[in-house]
């Protein structure tokens, strides 16, 4: 059943940052405009619809970037009593069609699946971009003795050391070399070690001179190195090697015109990471949202390792896009109470923000589970446009504003005044 949920709702700031609207009715009080009908849609559930979808108009008051705009359209799916299987299986069939009406492009079921744990060691990014190889190697255990000091300060702050072969680019100039060590700062390396293989066998690097020639040997080997490789090399905390390698893949891949745009490939990331911790908040956050369900294994690891527990959540990710994610939903009480308080929230927070859906949980919950599209994104990706603003009518730019209309604008006096809001100038220091 298509069913449409509402667009002035109640804020809860777990997840991005909400548009607020003022009442008038009700001073000093605000509505919120939805970043997704996620709590309307289980409440859905709860109260007997156990098939639904909508075309919901979104919110979320974020940096834009190519493929991100403040507002934008969701395909929004719910079931009642399934799991990931049927889901996922629903979602391929729906993929397939869209494919080959639109884009007249085969999709092969079953669609590739692969953990969140192997996408990051082996790409570097929970949406990898399978167009091409370029795959990160974890090089740690194989330079571990050596004495050169950025790989072993790495090491020895419990981070690791990974590289990328781009093949046959060894020649690369040493100023094409200097930009991409340019690149990677931008992305959090302090720099980026290199090592080119000659078409002669010898190399031309940046440490060699700190390795001897049997470990070397053994890195070229690691690595897959051949006459004519340039080998590319990351040592950091994990979190910063795969942000750098990731994303180093991903640019040589579009300098080297590896992308493809007519070349759809398809992959599921499932088994999220079902918290991550925030160093800004001094505690643990959902990766998704609070209502995901945790791997039914994982459960035991709730109290003593939060941070080990994996999210029975999935991606569908498109040439290195995120199109879509969703989750199984909890539907126990006690379960959604210990994510509460994982998640840092005193019963109060959590009755005062969710008490509704708590409520409508009482009267019993179905296992259900769901996922949602952008669906600008697919359009975006199945036409070949670079940004998505070239598939909306009227987009905001890169400031959230829009040039058509020139909002946002200062409002009248007199509308502030009905809503007892005042505006003051910040002080300039």
């Not at 690691?222 to 990351?234: C, E, H, Q, S």
């Not at 569908?316 to 969703?326: F, Q, Y």
Request: charged share 30%; with cysteine; aromatic share 10%.
């Amino acid at each position: 059943m298509e069913i449409e949920t509402p667009t002035l709702i109640k804020s809860t700031p777990e997840g991005a940052r909400d548009y607020l609207v003022p009442s008038r009715v009700h001073p000093g009080s605000f509505y919120a405009l939805p970043q997704s009908p996620q709590i309307f849609k289980q409440l859905l559930m709860c109260s007997g619809y156990d098939r639904y979808f909508q075309l919901a108009r979104c919110y979320r008051d974020e940096d834009l970037r190519a493929d991100r705009q403040p507002e934008f359209t969701q395909i929004d799916m719910e079931l009642s009593f399934v799991d990931v299987e049927d889901v996922l299986a629903v979602n391929e069939k729906l993929l397939k069609r869209l494919f080959k009406e639109i884009c007249n492009f085969d999709i092969e079921l079953p669609i590739q699946r692969m953990t969140w744990r192997e996408a990051m060691d082996r790409f570097g990014s929970d949406k990898p971009d399978l167009r091409f190889g370029m795959e990160l190697k974890n090089v740690s255990d194989v330079v571990k003795n050596c004495e050169f000091v950025v790989f072993k300060g790495a090491l020895e702050q419990g981070g690791s050391v990974r590289g990328i072969n781009a093949e046959g680019q060894g020649a690369m100039p040493r100023k094409k070399i200097d930009a991409l060590v340019e690149f990677a700062k931008g992305f959090g390396a302090k720099g980026l070690a290199y090592l080119a293989i000659n078409e002669d066998g010898t190399y031309k690097s940046s440490f060699a001179k700190f390795m001897t020639e049997d470990e070397l040997k053994a890195l070229v080997e690691a690595m897959g190195g051949k006459p004519g490789d340039l080998l590319l090399f990351a040592a950091d905390k994990d979190k910063v090697v795969f942000d750098v390698l990731g994303n180093l893949r991903l640019e040589i891949a579009k300098q080297l015109g590896l992308l493809k745009k007519d070349d759809f490939k398809f992959l599921w990331v499932t088994e999220f990471p079902l918290f991550e911790y925030s160093e800004e908040q001094g505690r643990y956050v959902a990766m998704h949202h609070p209502f995901t369900m945790p791997m039914d294994e994982d459960l035991h690891l709730l109290d003593t390792d939060p941070g080990a527990v994996r999210a029975k959540a999935y991606d569908i990710v498109l040439n290195g896009t995120e199109l879509g994610g969703g989750s199984v939903r909890i539907h126990q009480a006690d379960i959604q109470a210990k994510m509460f308080e994982l998640l840092g929230f005193t019963e109060e927070a959590a009755r005062e923000q969710f008490g509704f859906l708590l409520d409508a949980f009482k009267y019993g919950v179905p296992p259900h589970a769901g996922l949602a599209y952008g669906l600008d994104r697919v359009i975006m990706l199945m036409v070949g446009a670079d940004s998505i603003r070239d598939v909306i009518a009227f987009p905001k730019v890169k400031d959230a504003s829009c040039l058509m209309s020139e909002a946002p604008a200062p409002v009248d006096a007199k509308q502030l005044e009905e809503l007892q809001i005042a505006v003051t100038d910040e002080e300039k220091e």
